[in-house]
């Protein structure tokens, strides 16, 4: 049961344009949503997260807005740079029992120069 | 302030052995949480463990077990190996179990190949 989706496995937008990363979920019981970004041989490294009490959040080049009647969370970025190329994956934390964290699978960004 | 760091960064061990991983917390942080990383999967929560007991487990047999130690750091054993448990390992360290909106914090990982 895959309560976090990301439907997209990869994404290629060329540099200056914005790039826009979607992630379904199907917990309504979801407090706090995050988006990671990670290179290879590293961890994920965080990047932006938003309440579930808000439907927008800024940080500089990058947003997370989230719908919650649709249950969509997305991380748009502009401008889109060739340092951005990674492997995104959004985040949800359960409020039932222990906090604990529920994953995507991830979508690889690939910025052209 | 000092980050996540795990150890060792990469281990080949056989089928049926034991292995042990370790991670320090980022200074200031009394929660550490273990993840699961297969191929092309996004992190799986194993545990999390927070003044030194196990406060949270995901589904994992019970051949995964960790200890905190009283200076916040953390390990993960894993008995009687499988291929199937070939991946990367995560520790996350945060705050407290109930932060509010405070982010977990990864280490590079170790990769763990069974063969």
């Known amino acids: 049961d895959q309560q976090v989706k990301q439907n997209s496995p990869s994404l290629s937008v060329q540099e200056g344009r914005i790039s826009i990363l979607n992630c379904d979920y199907t917990?309504?019981?979801?407090?706090?949503f995050l988006w990671y970004k990670k290179y290879p041989a590293e961890g994920p490294t965080f990047l932006i997260s938003?309440?579930?009490?808000?439907d927008k959040n800024e940080d500089g080049r990058f947003t997370v807005f989230l719908n919650k009647s649709a249950k969509h969370l997305s991380l748009h970025i502009v401008p889109s740079q060739p340092g951005d190329s990674a492997v995104y994956f959004c985040?949800?934390?359960?409020?039932?029992?222990?906090?604990?964290?529920?994953f995507g699978t991830g979508t690889r960004l690939k910025v052209l120069a | 302030e000092t980050g996540v760091t795990q150890s060792p960064t990469h281990l080949i061990k056989t089928r049926g052995q034991q292995v042990t991983l370790r991670c320090s917390s980022q200074?200031?942080?009394?929660?550490v949480s273990w993840y699961q990383q297969a191929l092309g999967q996004g992190p799986q929560f194993i545990f999390q463990?927070?003044?030194?007991?196990?406060?949270g487990r995901g589904n994992f047999p019970p051949r995964f077990s960790g200890l905190q130690f009283p200076n916040y750091s953390s390990e993960l054993n894993v008995n009687a190996l499988e291929l199937d448990d070939s991946a990367l390992y995560l520790c996350?360290?945060?705050?407290?179990?109930?932060?509010?909106?405070?982010?977990?914090?990864f280490g590079n990982g170790t990769r763990l190949t069974v063969t």
């Open positions: 996350a360290s945060s705050p407290q179990p109930t932060a509010k909106n405070s982010p977990l914090h």
């Open positions: 917990n309504s019981m979801f407090d706090y």
């Open positions: 463990y927070y003044r030194e007991e196990e406060n």
């Open positions: 200074s200031g942080h009394n929660t």
């Open positions: 985040a949800a934390r359960t409020t039932s029992g222990t906090y604990k964290y529920i």
């Open positions: 938003i309440s579930s009490i808000k």
